[in-house]
């Protein structure tokens, strides 16, 4: 009997649903327009929301790093040592962000796998919206914490769910930031009124926050003015940043702390020089300037402005993630498809990363891409949409 043979079952199910996953090859630097498969294509699918990804000062900020420092790190900073450099970008992030301290993770996602069983075990409770990125959840499992899901973006839910368990040892709230699938931003100062009413801590993922909302792209904490309220901040550097890796941003005794308690800090290498390097000029770059934040606002309100007049259902985002909401699948799938034939990269999103019967066309906005490029995603947008009854 053939002992993997579950694998092949597993992965036809998903062929047979409409699930399965194809990761397509991108050739070349990312910006609005690129090489996926051997085809030029409007790229619509990345989280590059400033286009920093391939910018020139990130690029040279790289080369520069890897001539002084070579290209690994060698072992995990614990053993090895840190680079100046690792150092340099802590306190710029913590000096962005509005906050004491910040120590830096190999991405947002061990960020998160760092934090939370560094802050909670199992005699406590951990409140968590139901929306909330995978990487949350797993570092809750990874916690052995009792988790207790408060529904969706409700602070009525969530106090309700918080009062019940009010005699616990320790509560932690924890919310994305800005939610990755569907683009709304967490009801943050209700949540932190609840918290100081219930002396839970807080924490927020900023990851699709920072870069695209509050002053210069400073995240949600400074989109609400909620500077000193919120006791754990995490992010990322692979999105707005456009490089690599992730941190938490707080106070100085809490930085302390995960330097000595986060695993993924004591045991995986951090991110290399020429990492560290390009987010240190990313985040000199948003310092210097917030037109590139206006520039993806701009084209914010100009693509979801004209896909709301066509009717599309683009659900509760208040942010430049869109997803056109469709329904089905295996049609999500399919439009998708379509979308990449006229030159279009789009990507599909189904169960279990949104749920069952609310497949969707995630379209991501970027301050790299011109009127132009929008105008000719949503004349296609509109004609396949009609093609296909979604519209
Ligand atoms: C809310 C949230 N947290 C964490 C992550 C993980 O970030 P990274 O890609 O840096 O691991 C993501 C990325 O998808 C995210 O959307």
């Known amino acids: 009997m053939d002992k993997l043979n579950f694998i092949n079952e597993e992965l036809d199910k998903l062929k047979e649903a409409g699930l399965l996953i194809n990761v397509r090859t991108v050739e070349g630097p990312q910006g609005a327009w690129i090489t996926v498969d051997g085809k030029s294509v409007l790229n619509l699918s990345s989280n590059n ?70 802050i909670v075990g199992k005699e406590d409770v951990v409140f968590s919206d139901e929306l909330n990125h995978a990487s949350i959840i797993d570092g809750c499992r990874l916690s052995k914490t009792r988790v207790v899901r408060y529904k969706h973006g409700n602070p009525k839910d969530l106090q309700d ?14 919310t994305d930031g800005v939610f990755s699938m569907e683009g709304d931003i967490a009801p943050l100062p209700e949540i932190v009124e609840i918290a100081e009413k219930y002396n839970a801590i807080t924490m927020v993922d ?31 550097m692979s999105k707005a940043f456009g490089v690599v890796g992730g941190y938490i941003a707080g106070a100085k005794r809490l930085t302390d702390y995960l330097m000595q308690k986060g695993r993924p800090f004591l045991f995986s290498s951090a991110v290399t020089a020429a990492d560290v390097a390009a987010c240190i000029a990313a985040v000199d770059t948003l310092n210097k300037s917030d037109d590139l934040v206006k520039k993806l606002w701009s084209n914010t309100r100009f693509f979801q402005d004209r896909i709301k007049q066509l009717m599309f259902n683009i659900g509760m985002t208040r942010t430049p993630i869109t997803p056109v909401i469709i329904g089905d699948a295996k049609v999500a799938k399919d439009f998708s498809q379509k979308l990449f034939d006229v030159g279009i990269f789009a990507q599909p ?43």
Do not use: W
Not at 206 to 233: P, Q, S, T, Y
Not at 380 to 389: C, D
């Open 161 to 174: 769910k918080i009062h019940a368990e009010k005699d616990i040892r320790r509560k932690l709230i924890i």
């Open 206 to 236: 900023d990851a699709h926050g920072e870069g695209v909302l509050g002053r210069g792209g400073r995240g949600i904490v400074d989109h609400f003015n909620l500077h000193g309220k919120i006791d754990i901040e995490v992010g990322t």
């Open 349 to 391: 999103i189904g169960y279990p990363t949104v749920p069952a019967g609310k497949a969707r066309i995630r379209v991501m906005l970027s301050a790299t891409h011109s009127e132009k490029d929008l105008t000719y995603a949503i004349e296609h947008i509109e004609k396949i949409g009609k093609s296909q009854g979604v519209i």
């Open 49 to 118: 929301y400033l286009g920093l990804a391939n910018d020139l000062q990130l690029k040279t900020a790289s080369h520069n790093a890897i001539d002084t420092y070579g290209v690994g790190p060698t072992a995990v900073r614990t053993i090895a040592g840190t680079t100046t450099l690792h150092k340099v970008l802590e306190q710029k992030l913590a000096q962005f962000k509005g906050v004491e301290s910040a120590v830096s993770f190999q991405s947002g996602f061990c960020a998160n796998l760092a934090v939370i069983p560094a």
